[in-house]
T-cell receptor, first 115, second 115 residues
Framework: EPEVTQTPSHQVTQMGQEVILRCVPISNHLYFYWYRQILGQKVEFLVSFYNNEISEKSEIFDDQFSVERPDGSNFTLKIRSTKLEDSAMYFC?????????????FGSGTQLSVL | GENVEQHPSTLSVQEGDSAVIKCTYSDSASNYFPWYKQELGKGPQLIIDIRSNVGEKKDQRIAVTLNKTAKHFSLHITETQPEDSAVYFCAASTTGGGSQGNLIFGKGTKLSVKP
């Protein structure tokens, strides 16, 4: 069964450093998303991406965040200058073209720890 | 914006019993309601979803019901098995028809099925 893969599974960084979280969406999916889950809290929407541009973003997704699809398979989330409060599990997801915001397939996540 | 409330936060049942998890939503424009299962160390996995033009949907031991008037929807798991133990999330979104909103998740229900 096709799946969304995320690397690394764990990332530890110092406050102020840049991190890049990587995702390989399911190959025939055209909508891509990043969500995050702070320990013990809800899964929160960050950004959606379609046709090489951001479709929608939340208040969390400020100027420190950016997304990119550098090639035909990868989808990345960059945090330019990490803060302690960025510590969370970050999930990438993808969905088929006719199902925006429907039937999202999630990866296993990257646990980001900012020290 | 949309707000999704989920109850209970924890649920413990005996193997073979039924489990019911309930969610309410606030935005009457929401028209898509998925349920996700998250096992330890994994990302959320879609188990069933329902659209607002349907009142009930069933897939083997899992069923979801939707009451649009009351703005609540429920997940029903019958004949529970130990492998059903996980955290279950409900979510709501507005999709299709040119008006789309990202998934808003509930806080999750930790289901424990005791053998």
């Amino acid at each position: 069964e096709p799946e969304v893969t995320q690397t690394p599974s764990h990332q530890v960084t110092q406050m102020g450093q840049e991190v890049i979280l990587r995702c390989v969406p399911i190959s025939n999916h055209l909508y891509f998303y990043w969500y995050r889950q702070i320990l013990g809290q809800k899964v929160e929407f960050l950004v959606s991406f379609y046709n090489n541009e951001i479709s929608e973003k939340s208040e969390i997704f400020d100027d420190q965040f950016s997304v990119e699809r550098p090639d035909g398979s990868n989808f990345t989330l960059k945090i330019r200058s990490t803060k302690l409060e960025d510590s969370a599990m970050y999930f990438c997801a993808s969905s088929e073209a006719e199902a925006t915001n429907e039937k999202l397939f999630f990866g296993s996540g990257t646990q980001l720890s900012v020290l | 914006g949309e707000n999704v409330e989920q109850h209970p936060s924890t649920l413990s049942v005996q193997e073979g019993d039924s489990a019911v998890i309930k969610c309410t939503y606030s935005d009457s424009a929401s028209n898509y309601f998925p349920w996700y299962k998250q096992e330890l160390g994994k990302g959320p996995q879609l188990i069933i979803d329902i659209r607002s033009n349907v009142g009930e949907k069933k897939d083997q031991r899992i069923a979801v019901t939707l009451n649009k008037t009351a703005k609540h929807f429920s997940l029903h798991i019958t004949e529970t098995q130990p492998e059903d133990s996980a955290v279950y999330f409900c979510a709501a979104s507005t999709t299709g028809g040119g008006s789309q909103g990202n998934l808003i998740f509930g806080k999750g229900t930790k289901l424990s099925v005791k053998p």
